[in-house]
């Protein structure tokens, strides 16, 4: 139930419907963003509203895609579906894919589709593990994002090695899989960035194998505001497994603390004091109970 922003007008959920043909479907070529409304004071109010549609924007840039939509058209689109479905918090999913008039690979006389949708989502990785902490499996699937210098585009086709990493994981009975880039350096998770602290110090690979999160970088503002020093850097598996804390960041997974990462308990194998402090201050940030 509810509405769907598609091409400008929002349609009935129900109705908001592709065909078959749609290229996106069988090549993945596509982009998209996953964006939340929070409950504050003022009613819903979109955290980042702006950062997400900049991204969605860049992102078909790097794919070569022409939005037929500008930016501020797409970002009252965000605020119509959350205000016209009467949301109080939401995921907001917006997309952009390529229409069904020809296959093959030549997308130039393509047309291209924009949806909005929105629904009510609680912690995506569980209530009682934003305290308790998850389990973490590195997975053996790569994170390659297409290719290694293209990851700044978060695109469809993008998901699949993340996809099948959740697989394996949860059938192994994990919460989450954390995967490395290509040459066994960590990347991030299936939709998260990671962090580890050792010694007081944020450390976070950099941007090679990793999406530039916007989650990663308020939890850069926030550990800055608190004094806490933050590194990009190539980091290894066994330097996951050593830290002190760890935690996962994400629009969705919001800051997640990782307890367990193939079976090591990390830190005390409880949401270490940092991760928690950053995770107080992310929640007070999006319900707008602090500036920025
Ligand atoms: N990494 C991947 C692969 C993702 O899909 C996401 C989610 O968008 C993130 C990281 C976290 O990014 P953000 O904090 O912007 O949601």
Redesign the pocket.
């Known amino acids: 139930d509810g509405l769907i922003w598609l091409d400008g007008e929002l349609v009935p959920w129900r109705e908001a419907k592709v065909h078959v043909l749609t290229h996106t479907l069988h090549y993945g070529m596509g982009v998209f ?2 964006v939340r409304a929070y409950a504050t004071d003022r009613g819903a109010a979109i955290f980042r509203l702006d950062e ?1 549609t900049r ?1 969605l924007f860049n992102s078909a840039k790097i794919l070569g895609m022409n939005i037929p939509f500008s930016h501020d058209t797409m970002r009252q689109a965000q605020l119509d579906v959350v205000r016209e479905n009467a949301l109080s918090s939401a995921y907001i999913r917006p997309m952009c894919f390529y229409g069904s008039e020809s296959m093959g690979l030549h997308a130039d006389s393509l047309k291209v589709h924009c949806i909005v949708a929105a629904w009510e989502w609680g912690s995506y990785l569980g209530k009682e593990n934003m305290e308790r902490g998850i389990r973490v499996k590195v997975s053996s699937f790569a ?1 390659h994002h297409v290719n290694v210098t293209m990851c700044r585009a ?1 695109s469809n086709g ?2 699949m090695n ?1 996809m099948l990493a959740v697989q394996d994981a949860t059938a192994c009975g994990f919460d989450e899989a954390l995967l490395l880039d290509t040459e066994g350096y960590v990347a ?6 990671v962090f580890i602290v050792h010694d007081g110090t944020l450390y976070t690979p950099d941007l090679t194998s ?7 970088r ?1 939890v850069f503002s926030l550990a800055d505001e608190l004094g806490i020093p933050v590194r990009e850097k190539r980091i290894t598996r066994d330097e996951v497994y050593l830290a002190d804390e760890a935690f996962f ?5 919001e800051v997640t603390p990782i307890r367990e990462v193939d079976g090591r308990t990390i830190g005390s194998g409880a949401r270490g004091p940092i991760t928690e402090q950053l995770q107080t201050r992310y929640f007070d940030l999006v319900h707008g109970r602090l500036d920025g």
């Open positions: 963003e996953g997400h991204r994170r978060k993008s998901y993340s991030e998770g299936s939709g998260e960035n990793a999406l530039d999160g916007i989650t990663r308020t960041t994400g629009t969705a997974a």
